[in-house]
Each structure stands twice: as C-alpha cells, then as structure tokens.
T-cell receptor
C-alpha cells in the first residue's frame, strides 16, 4: 500500500499525559498536512510542511502541540499535557503539486480519546 | 468564518436516483476545488477536482459543476448506490484547504 499511513489508529490516554502520532506520507509528496476533526465537523487545519520546513501553523494550535518532519519524509505530531478537549481524529494528508493543482491524499487518521 | 459551506447537513436519496450536493465558497480568488468522500472511521477520500478555468468536470458517475459568478459548486452522483453513503466535503485550496462541515448522504433501498 503506497498511500498515507498513520500510526496508531487509536490512542486512549489519561488527561495530562503526552501523546505522539506518526504519519508516513506518499513517498514522492513534498507537502504534509495535519488536520483535526471532531464528530460532525469537517477537518480543521493545524499545520503543514513543505519538505522539512514547517510553513504555517493554525492560530488555533496551542503551545501544547508540536509537529516535526525532520528529514522531509515522515512527520510526528505531539500533544503535551493532553486535555479532554483534545479528543478528536487527527488526520494527516500529503500532496505534491503547485498552487491551483494540489490534491490532498489523507490517511485513515488517529482517533485520540482523552479520559 | 468558513470559506466553504454546504447547504444541507443530510441528504436522503433512493438507490438508483441521482444525488446533488451543493457547496458555496466565499473567496473569489479561489482557483481550485476538491470534493472528498468520508466513510465512517476513515480519512477523506479524493473524488474529483476542478480548476477555476473550468465550469464542469466529469468522472466515473460523478460530475462537478462550478459557477464562479455565484461562487457555488455542486457534486452530482449518478445512479446512487449504497456504497455512496458517506459524508461529502468540498474543499477550497486557497491557503491550507478549508473544509465545510459536510453533507451526510444516506442511500435508502
């Protein structure tokens, strides 16, 4: 399977714990996005990378969230001191292509439950 | 506010009928749009895209129409099947891809 891969699929944690998610994009894709999705809502942009550079972060992204893409391939999203409001599906997407012709391909997501 | 939005939260359609899902966008500079399908427990799946220099694009059983004058696009699904039951999102690629809340399509026998 050469699609976007996310790990783990599900994560249950206690409030205050740190969690880390991994995303492996489609290999030739240079852009990688993180989104958050809650029940009944569309995906909400969090941050994106072009190669290893993090180019933009949502203003909604608190300081407890950090993302990396150290070698321009896989990416990790870490949430520190999790809160119940962090419970959501975290989606990763990758793309290749310039402005006006960019198709995002999504992984299956990591479902986070904070107890 | 959202740059894209969908007109109906739920669309119930009989198997075999055609479905039409509507979407409005607000940024007149938007130049590229994508429709996604999301099944329960899965990530959004690319269906079809359209650039702003086109007003219609067809795929397999799907057609996207773009009306730049009123900043509206629609997704038409021909001969809707049970496997088409899902939430459908339109996305505007201006910036970082903005998604609306989606339309839940329910296919009834």
């Amino acid at each position: 399977d050469t699609g976007v891969s996310q790990d783990p699929r599900h994560k249950i944690t206690k409030r205050g714990q740190n969690v880390t998610f991994r995303c492996d994009p489609i290999s030739e894709h240079n852009r990688l996005y993180w989104y958050r999705q809650t029940l009944g809502q569309g995906p909400e942009f969090l941050t994106y990378f072009q190669n290893e550079a993090q180019l933009e972060k949502s203003r909604l992204l608190s300081d407890r969230f950090s993302a990396e893409r150290p070698k321009g391939s896989f990416s990790t999203l870490e949430i520190q001191r999790t809160e119940q409001g962090d419970s959501a599906m975290y989606l990763c997407a990758s793309s290749m292509g310039g402005r006006g012709n960019e198709k995002l391909f999504f992984g299956s997501g990591t479902q986070l439950s904070v107890l | 506010g959202e740059s894209v939005g969908l007109h109906l939260p739920t669309l119930s359609v009989q198997e075999g009928d055609n479905s039409i899902i509507n979407c409005a966008y607000s940024n007149s500079a938007s130049d590229y749009f994508i429709w996604y399908k999301q099944e329960s427990g899965k990530g959004p799946q690319f269906i079809i895209d359209i650039r702003s220099n086109m007003d219609k694009r067809q795929g397999q059983r799907v057609t996207v129409l773009l009306n730049k004058t009123v900043k509206h696009l629609s997704l038409q699904i021909a001969a809707t099947q049970p496997g088409d039951s899902a939430v459908y999102f339109c996305a505007d690629s201006w910036g970082k891809f903005q998604f609306g809340a989606g339309t839940q399509v329910v296919v009834t026998p």
